[in-house]
């Protein structure tokens, strides 16, 4: 049962449809899959929800936090 569901989830995030967090700055460089992200603590910007496809089209990777 927890294959079953780890390849669901695998699939949710590779398709670019999961929800994700960035924070709203020209400095970002990650995008993060929990609102309270440590890697977003120090965002001085808005945090706003987006997919990972628009993340990744503005050049984010994943946070290390949660990579």
């Given amino acids: 049962m927890k294959f079953i569901l780890a390849i669901a989830l695998a699939y949710c995030f590779s398709s670019g449809d999961g929800v994700v967090y960035i924070c709203d ?31 990744e089209k503005l050049g984010l990777k994943i946070c290390g936090w949660e990579d």
């Fill in 25 to 55: 700055s020209p400095g970002s460089v990650a995008f993060h899959y929990k609102r309270d992200c440590r890697g977003l603590n120090n965002c001085k910007h808005e945090v706003k929800k987006t997919t990972v496809a628009e993340a």
